[in-house]
């Protein structure tokens, strides 16, 4: 099976036992592309992970996570800055919004690797990472040295407003990653405020201007595939919801898993997916969201539980 990097942050999320602003925190481990990251390994892929981690003792509880999944740390720096903490708030339904605190943190001092590895087949990026500088920039030269080498680039924008200190600018900046983008995956707020209109619209504006398929996911509505082919929904799947963090990640590394196992790494494989491979997939990823959702905080399945 190829080899897949994750790059982005790695954070401690304080997630609430309940509804409500004033509802006591358990801290857990999280950030988007961390999250993905640990997915992947719970399902088996061959993965690493990069990132700068902080040397406090929150870093080493956020290395210890990768390592039980098995993903591998070869490619995380580290640095004596904290570790950034986001407090998470949740409504009645379990959605999630955060508080982040995330000056002077460890991720933010990211910089480019002198190399990806050579056996690189799919790299994924997402959240915080691309929005917080000087780290920003750092990931968008990986994204940009990744696509021009052929390899698979996804992108999750997973877009935090409270971080982003320019929106214009930053929409922007989203518009110039496309043509560097094999797959594009963001749930229907993120297209919302990248766009302000339509999020189907968006995505099939967004699918002529590189990515080789966009996936769109909306909740309880489901997931939509936006492919060269035409159009494929798949249901969500019901069940108990303790929270909803961590689902989106769940469903990026579902779906860089589910084209690994059928060697399908690459753009012009992305892109020749037929509609019923399409629907497999993403019925694969709503299963796996699912799980997640089922428990408190990032928690993705095991390949056991999905078997």
């Known amino acids: 099976m190829a080899k897949i990097v994750v790059a982005g942050e790695a954070l401690i999320d304080l997630v ?68 950034t903490l986001a407090a998470a708030t949740l409504d009645a339904s379990g959605s999630a919004s955060y508080t982040f605190y995330a000056q002077g943190t460890a991720d933010r001092l990211f910089e480019t690797p002198r190399e990806l590895p050579r056996d690189l087949r799919a790299i994924a990026f997402g959240t915080c990472s691309l929005a917080l500088e000087p780290g920003a920039s750092a990931y968008e030269e990986v994204l940009r040295a990744a696509a021009a080498r052929g390899v ?26 496309l043509p560097h983008v094999g797959l594009l995956k963001l749930s229907a707020d993120d297209a919302g405020w990248l766009t302000g209109g339509d999020p189907a619209e968006a995505c099939e504006e967004w699918l002529t201007r590189g990515p080789a398929a966009v996936v769109l996911t909306d909740g309880p509505r489901g997931l939509t595939a936006f492919t060269r082919h035409g159009r494929v929904r798949a249901d969500a799947v ?28 690459a753009p012009e494989a992305v892109a020749a997916l037929e509609q019923d491979a399409w629907r497999a997939a993403l019925e694969f990823a709503a299963r ?11 928690d993705p399945p095991y390949a056991s539980e999905l078997a």
Request: proline share 10%.
């Open 288 to 298: 796996a969201a699912a799980l997640t959702c089922s428990r408190p905080g990032a």
């Open 152 to 177: 698979l680039t996804a992108l999750d924008p997973n877009i935090r407003a409270a971080l982003i200190p320019d929106a214009a600018a930053h929409r922007r900046r989203f518009a110039a990653w």
């Open 238 to 265: 019901a069940g108990p919801v303790a929270d909803t963090i961590g689902a989106g990640d769940t469903v990026n590394a579902a779906l860089l898993h589910w084209l690994a196992t059928r060697d399908a790494l």
């Open 16 to 83: 609430p036992r309940g509804p409500g602003a004033l509802a006591p925190l358990d801290p857990r481990r999280g950030g988007g592309p961390y999250n993905t990251a640990v997915a992947l390994g719970r399902l088996g892929t061959p993965v690493a992970f990069l990132s700068r981690i902080s040397l406090d003792p929150y870093g080493e509880a956020l290395l210890d996570g990768l390592r039980e999944a098995g993903v591998a740390t070869s490619l995380v720096a580290r640095g004596p800055e904290p570790t």
